[in-house]
Nanobody, 123 residues
């Protein structure tokens, strides 16, 4: 079992930046590929970014490519999502997720989820 706790959300103006963190506990963090997903109000939870156990390979949704960066620190059991050039359409609850070993980009492939952190981008 892996426990995930997100932090770093908040209210920011369009064009601004936020850095989300997800702290993991319970099992060996370096055995898990990690992902970030987001759920806007009244919509589905969609893929944002993912990273392999080593941190070498990353995937991004087209809507955030070039603006968001996922990274991880296995020594600190933490995965990050640096979000730059934020837009109002980035407003959502952001969730981190974990799955054993291989990277994935779909919601159903992840086994463990955090409680989410709200990101609101004002225009």
């Amino acid at each position: 079992q892996v426990q995930l706790v997100e932090s770093g959300g908040g209210l920011v103006q369009a064009g601004g930046s936020l850095r989300l963190s997800c702290a993991a506990s319970g099992r060996t963090f370096s055995n898990y590929a990690m992902g970030w997903f987001r759920q806007p109000p009244g919509k589905e939870r969609d893929f944002v970014a993912a990273i392999t156990v080593s941190g070498v390979t990353t995937y991004y949704a087209d809507s955030v490519k070039g603006r968001f960066t996922i990274s991880r620190n296995n020594a600190q059991n933490t995965v990050y999502l640096q979000m730059n050039s934020l837009k109002p359409e980035d407003t959502a609850v952001y969730y981190c997720a974990a799955r054993t070993f291989s990277i994935a980009t779909t919601r159903d492939e992840y086994d463990y989820w955090g409680q989410g952190t709200q990101v609101t981008v004002s225009s």
